[in-house]
């Protein structure tokens, strides 16, 4: 296993910015998240042992299976999680802090 890093390459949206561009950033904080998964073949794992109400989840992109596992602490609600999990993968795809921010508006946004 390792640590996701997005590759990078040239986006329409963004001027000198570099990112995957595989997803839309307004798809990435609109789509249901289901699809947003499947496309990425990712899942999302609830790992007892991330018990830490600070910290905020993280990525990992398994090699031999080709998954994409968003392990996100336990007891953290439903909407939260999604909302996790959404910021996480604009990060994977390359996004900028800023640009999550601006598509996050009104919410915490890492």
Do not use: W
Not at 13 to 22: I, K, N, P
Not at 38 to 67: H, K, Y
Not at 70 to 88: H, I
């Amino acid at each position: 296993m390792r640590v996701s890093a997005a590759s990078h390459k040239s986006h329409p949206e963004t001027s000198d910015q570099q990112v995957s561009a595989f997803l839309p950033l307004p798809r990435i904080a609109s789509a249901p998240l289901p699809d947003l998964l499947a496309s990425v073949n990712g899942e999302i794992v609830v790992l007892d042992e991330l018990d830490d109400p600070n910290l905020f989840g993280g990525i990992v992109e398994r090699r031999d299976t080709g998954r994409v596992l968003f392990a996100m602490p336990p007891r953290r609600p439903t909407g939260e999680r999604e909302r996790c999990v959404r910021v996480l993968l604009a990060h994977r795809e390359g996004y900028s802090r800023d640009q999550v921010r601006s598509a996050f508006a009104g919410g915490c946004v890492a």
